[in-house]
């Protein structure tokens, strides 16, 4: 049987953000499935936690009880978000040999310098995130893609001092 409680809402306040003020939902996944470094959170648990916030923010972390450093990177996150995006995720580089195939042959390599890893902490449009879940049917979703398939705008996230204008 599945636990409700694979997403652990916190209040903004309640982790000391200094952006709280903005309408921010965190969910803290706990008892999540990995499957490589992507993180996927229980669909239904998603919704109910998503439908029930007027936030404007929806923040998901890959802990259980999110660590300072990771609250200082939603901050900041929060903070550098634009108006234009529907999200920023925390991104590592893809390390990996990736080979496109065709059929039951390997034709070609591919470029990881296009490609990277989305890490949690996920930060999202709550109304971009609702209308993403519509009408999906998996258990189990990583929500920054979800936004990403319904044609969203994400953005890997860059250090504020570091971010270009």
């Not at 409700?4 to 803290?28: D, F, M, N, T």
């Not at 990995?34 to 919704?47: N, Q, S």
């Not at 990736?98 to 296009?114: A, I, L, S």
Request: hydrophobic share 45%; aromatic share 4%.
């Amino acid at each position: 049987m599945l636990s409700p409680h694979l997403l652990r809402p916190y209040s903004g306040s309640q982790l000391g953000l200094v952006e709280a003020g903005l309408g921010v939902l965190v969910l803290a996944a706990a008892g999540s499935r990995w499957v490589g470094p992507t993180l996927l959170v229980h669909r239904p648990t998603l919704e109910h936690r998503v439908s029930q916030s007027d936030a404007t923010w929806v923040v998901v972390v890959g802990e259980p009880v999110p660590e300072p450093s990771t609250v200082a990177q939603i901050d900041d996150m929060l903070a550098v978000v634009t108006d234009d995006l529907d999200g920023l995720v925390a991104t590592a580089p893809f390390t990996e040999a990736v080979k496109e195939v065709e059929g039951d042959r390997v034709v070609r390599p591919v470029d990881r310098t296009t490609l990277v890893r989305i890490r949690p902490p996920e930060v999202l449009r709550r109304s971009a995130l609702t209308a993403a879940l519509g009408g999906v049917e998996d258990l189990w979703v990583n929500a920054a893609h979800l936004v990403l398939a319904a044609g969203g705008t994400v953005a890997p996230y860059r250090r504020a001092t570091s971010r270009t204008v």
